[in-house]
C-alpha cells in the first residue's frame, strides 16, 4: 500500500537530494543508461521507504510507470523507470542511490566526497525510519519496482 509523505518529510528528502547533487556538481556521464541496467552493472539502488512514497507520488505524477513498446532481453534487469527512449521516467525523483552511483566512464570533478556522501545517508535513513518504522530496511529498486512495472 502506497504511503503519502508529509510535506515536511518531503521537503527533508528534497533537502537531501539538494545537498549530494550539489557535492556531485560537475559530474558528467556519457548517458550510456548502464547505470539504469542493472544486470550490466550487477549493481542497482537499494530505496528507503521515503524514496519508495516519492517514486511512487512522482510516478502517479507522470501517469504511471511507462509502458514498454518493446519487450526487454530475456532476463534484463533494468529500471522501470527508464523509458524505451533511454531517458529517466522521473528524474527529479531519481533516488539516492542514482545520484550517487558513477560507472567507470563518469568523470568526476576531483576527490569523491565521501564523508559528506556517509552523513547524508545517515540523515536519509533516519528520515526513513522515521517516516515508516515498520517498513524495514532498504529494498533494491527492482524488487519494489519490477521491470515492465507492476
Known amino acids: 500500500m502506497a504511503r503519502t ?4 518529510t518531503r521537503r527533508e528528502l528534497y533537502r537531501i537530494y ?4 550539489a557535492l556531485l556538481e560537475g559530474a558528467s556521464c556519457d548517458a550510456s543508461t548502464d547505470c539504469c541496467r542493472f544486470g ?9 521507504a521515503v524514496e519508495i512514497a516519492e517514486l511512487e507520488r512522482a510516478s ?6 511507462p509502458k514498454r513498446r518493446r519487450l526487454p532481453v530475456a532476463g534484463e534487469r533494468r529500471c522501470a523507470f ?10 527529479d525523483a531519481r533516488p ?8 567507470d566512464r563518469a568523470v568526476l570533478p576531483g576527490r569523491s566526497p565521501r564523508a559528506a556522501i556517509a552523513r547524508l545517508t545517515r540523515d536519509l ?8 518504522r515498520d517498513a ?5 529498486m527492482s524488487r519494489v519496482f519490477p521491470t515492465g512495472g507492476r
Do not use: N, Q
Not at 502517479?60 to 510507470?65: M, Q, S, V
Not at 539516492?96 to 560507472?103: I, P
Not at 535513513?125 to 515508516?132: D, I, K, T
Not at 524495514?136 to 533494491?140: D, E, K, Q, S, V
Open 18 to 21: 539538494a545537498e549530494v547533487d
Open 125 to 132: 535513513s533516519a528520515l526513513a525510519e522515521g517516516f515508516a
Open 96 to 103: 539516492f542511490g542514482c545520484r550517487t552511483f558513477f560507472c
Open 136 to 140: 524495514g530496511g532498504a529494498r533494491p
Open 60 to 65: 502517479r505524477a507522470r501517469g504511471g510507470i
Open 5 to 8: 509523505l508529509p510535506e515536511g
Open 40 to 48: 550490466v552493472t550487477g549493481r542497482e539502488p537499494y530505496l528507503t
Open 82 to 91: 527508464l523509458s524505451d527512449e533511454g531517458r529517466c521516467w522521473v528524474y
